[in-house]
């Protein structure tokens, strides 16, 4: 089992930054692959980022590259996603996810809403 709790999400205007936080416990963290996704009122939910157990292979969508960075510190458990050039249409809720193997784990969400 893996317990997940993500933390830095908020109001934001647009052109603003956040850092959103993901702290796990309960297994071995540096062997489950990290991501973040999130879902918008009335749409699927979607994935954002991904880093790999090492942290040395990271994986963005298209709508986030060149604003969004996704890192890890497997000595703390912690993944983070740093936001920046915010844009109204990347309101939602921000989730973490740990897998490994057939196994996923997700928080209970946080949510970034970017208005002015």
């Known amino acids: 089992q893996v317990q997940l709790v993500e933390s830095g999400g908020g109001l934001v205007q647009p052109g603003g930054s956040l850092r959103l936080s993901c702290a796990a416990s309960?297994?071995?963290?540096?062997?489950?692959?990290m991501g973040w996704f999130r879902q918008a009122p009335g749409k699927e939910r979607e994935l954002v980022a991904s880093?790999?157990?090492?942290?040395?292979?990271?994986n963005y969508a298209e709508f986030v590259k060149g604003r969004f960075t996704i890192s890890r510190d497997n000595t703390k458990n912690t993944v983070s996603l740093q936001m920046n050039m915010l844009k109204p249409e990347d309101t939602a809720v921000y989730y973490c996810r740990s897998s490994r193997g057939a196994n996923a784990y997700w928080g209970q969400g946080t949510q970034v809403t970017v208005s002015s």
């Open positions: 309960g297994s071995i963290f540096r062997l489950h692959v």
């Open positions: 880093i790999s157990s090492s942290g040395g292979l990271t």
